[in-house]
T-cell receptor, first 116, second 117 residues
């Protein structure tokens, strides 16, 4: 029954070693989001895809990239992870971008990234 | 710019009692949406309840209700009959309906709720 799936749930990487986190959805939603959540903080939006249209937040570091090869999958690539990139990474989806009670964002369980 | 303020870093409640989690907001958008999410220690963000700024009635979903006071710009979450499984972090979030912000959720810092047996 899982609707937004993130793999792996826990990821350990070395400083500077590229890492890819994956997200898939069974909801056929148009929009997919990536959030970064550091310990005891609120989630922070990194970017989102509306269909194939990529939208980067202004303050997202260049070190973070994303790919959406099809409707179901979206990947977060961290090109050169630093110690400050250790965080929970949350993927979310929504049917459309507009606000509305029937258009809430559905979140996956997250991937907790550790950088050694 | 939008801002969400949750002034309670932590709250404690006895099992079976009701608890109110505070949320105030600030926005220049005439139309907006307010959301509450629950985040257990496992990490998943679980949608609880939504209130639109033009909704005439306060939203309710089972044991969750939203005390929406538009003039005071507050959207407090009320959990009735607390259960041990309600122990989690709770986030209030807002999304504007205009311009470039109509997709973006702005989150508060969260309130950690602990339900005591």
């Amino acid at each position: 029954d899982a609707m937004v799936i993130q793999n792996p749930r826990y990821q350990v990487t070395q400083f500077g070693k590229p890492v890819t986190l994956s997200c898939s959805q069974t909801l056929n939603h148009n929009v997919m989001y990536w959030y970064q959540q550091k310990s005891s903080q609120a989630p922070k939006l990194l970017f989102h895809y509306y269909d194939k249209d990529f939208n980067n937040e202004a303050d997202t570091p260049d070190n973070f990239q994303s790919r959406r090869p099809n409707t179901s999958f979206c990947f977060l690539d961290i090109r050169s992870p630093g110690l400050g990139d250790a965080a929970m990474y949350l993927c979310a989806t929504s049917r459309e971008r507009l606000a509305g009670g029937d258009n809430e964002q559905f979140f996956g369980p997250g991937t907790r990234l550790t950088v050694l | 710019a939008q801002k969400i303020t949750q002034t309670q870093p932590g709250m404690f409640v006895q099992e079976k009692e009701a608890v109110t989690l505070d949320c105030t907001y600030d926005t220049s958008d005439p139309s907006y949406g307010l959301f509450w999410y629950k985040q257990p220690s496992s990490g998943e963000m679980i949608f609880l309840i939504y209130q639109g700024s033009y909704d005439q009635q306060n939203a309710t979903e089972g044991r969750y209700s939203l005390n929406f006071q538009k003039a005071r710009k507050s959207a407090n979450l009320v959990i009735s009959a607390s259960q041990l499984g309600d122990s989690a972090m709770y986030f209030c979030a807002m999304r504007g309906n205009s311009g470039g912000s109509n997709y973006k959720l702005t989150f508060g810092k969260g309130t950690l709720l602990t339900v005591n047996p």
